[in-house]
């Protein structure tokens, strides 16, 4: 908007320098006529070249920004939606919210088809199994169908009938002794951060934001084993697509993490470590291939800061600043040739994941807070 307000400005005062010079021609004698249109019609060549330089110039760093024209907008949440996931067939879309809702949506027509409501805190994470069986849903409550449980409560529901099939928790007294520092807390006494089934649906993982990973058997009785890391240095961020490796980040004050780690799962060892440009490092994630891991940091404030990583090499890639706030979700697109993100800012931007340049900026023009993004 702003470049085409210049070149109109532009092409203005273009007609009016243009139209000056030849009213002063005209008051001049008829032997200068003819040096004074000269000089006239070069003034306005050198302008209009001055011009097409411009434009060359500035649509090479010129990134289109467009208001988003949306395909549909589904309504049926009461408050604030937290996190979204698609199955991979792109049949449904299943959304969590502050209402304390889960919603299954038909994703090719946007009708509601179902409602779950059996958690009493926020719905911050939701996942659909690889093979489009299940739905995990993780708050931090008292689950109404959880017994003796009261934090950490994740839903496990059936897809096709929307129906519970287990409350998923930890037990209450599982960090009555764990001395933990109290500015890694959000606002939660202890929330879920990520959800995540292993490749087959045969089991499903749970890392709590102080940074603990419990797994689940889906097939054996749901037994469950835990690793914890309370006793080191370091706390759990993230579970690769393959469940072979884990990221992690160092356990310290006033959330500033100087680097992450990729530890094996299978033998608990650390395998490579990044070193952060920016200390603040708030989320990691794994592309698709698993060839390129992603960082979301920058200052404390702002953390707007988005960082591609080879995983062979441990080398950073590229650093991708396009936000104006904190971004609160990005997502790999199947292919892994392009990069979503959103925030605080109200700014969904689509990059390029190979060159790390920023394709298109979209804006719903609401002044609101953008919290989860995911492609088809």
């Given at each position: 908007m702003n470049q085409r307000i210049y070149i109109l400005s532009t092409l203005l005062f273009l007609q009016l320098e243009r139209t000056s010079d030849w009213a002063s021609c005209r008051t001049k004698q008829s032997v200068d006529q003819h040096r004074c249109k000269q000089r006239a019609l070069f003034t306005i060549k050198m302008k209009i070249l001055q011009l097409v330089i411009l434009i060359i110039i500035s649509s090479s760093y010129y990134v289109k920004s467009q208001v988003t024209d949306f395909e549909k907008i589904l309504r049926g949440h009461k408050a604030t939606v937290l996190c979204l996931d698609i199955d991979t067939r792109g049949t449904y879309l299943c959304s969590g919210s502050y209402d304390t809702d889960i919603i299954l949506w038909d994703y090719k027509s946007g009708d509601l088809l179902k409602k779950y409501s059996g958690h009493s805190e926020a719905i911050r994470k939701i996942k659909i199994s690889p093979d489009n069986k299940y739905i995990a849903c993780g708050a931090v409550d008292n689950n109404i169908n959880a017994r003796g449980s009261t934090i950490n409560c994740v839903s496990l529901l059936d897809l096709a009938s929307f129906e519970l099939l287990k409350s998923l928790s930890i037990e209450p007294d599982r960090y009555k002794s764990l001395g933990f520092i109290q500015e890694l807390d959000d606002s939660t006494a202890n929330g879920v951060s990520k959800i995540s089934f292993n490749p087959s649906s045969t089991k499903l993982a749970v890392i709590t934001k102080r940074g603990d990973l419990f797994i689940w058997d889906l097939i054996n009785a749901y037994k469950r084993s835990e690793y914890w890391l309370g006793n080191t240095k370091h706390k759990l961020k993230n579970i690769s697509p393959d469940w072979n490796y884990l990221v992690c980040s160092e356990r310290k004050r006033g959330m500033v993490d100087s680097c992450f780690f990729l530890m094996s799962l299978e033998k608990k060892k650390i395998v490579a470590t990044f070193n952060s440009p920016r200390k603040t490092v708030i989320g990691v994630f794994f592309s698709n291939?698993?060839?390129?891991?992603?960082?979301?940091?920058?200052?404390?404030?702002?953390?707007?800061?988005?960082?591609?990583?080879?995983?062979?090499?441990?080398?950073?890639?590229?650093?991708?600043?396009?936000?104006?706030?904190?971004?609160?979700?990005?997502?790999?697109?199947?292919?892994?040739?392009?990069?979503?993100?959103v925030g605080e800012d109200t700014l969904i931007n689509l990059w390029n994941a190979i060159t790390g340049k920023l394709i298109t900026t979209f804006t719903e023009d609401n002044s609101k807070e953008l919290t989860s993004v995911h492609f088809s």
């Open positions: 291939d698993l060839k390129t891991i992603v960082s979301i940091g920058g200052d404390r404030i702002k953390r707007n800061e988005i960082y591609l990583w080879d995983i062979k090499t441990n080398k950073l890639k590229h650093s991708m600043i396009g936000h104006d706030n904190v971004i609160r979700s990005i997502d790999f697109s199947s292919n892994d040739k392009y990069l979503v993100s």
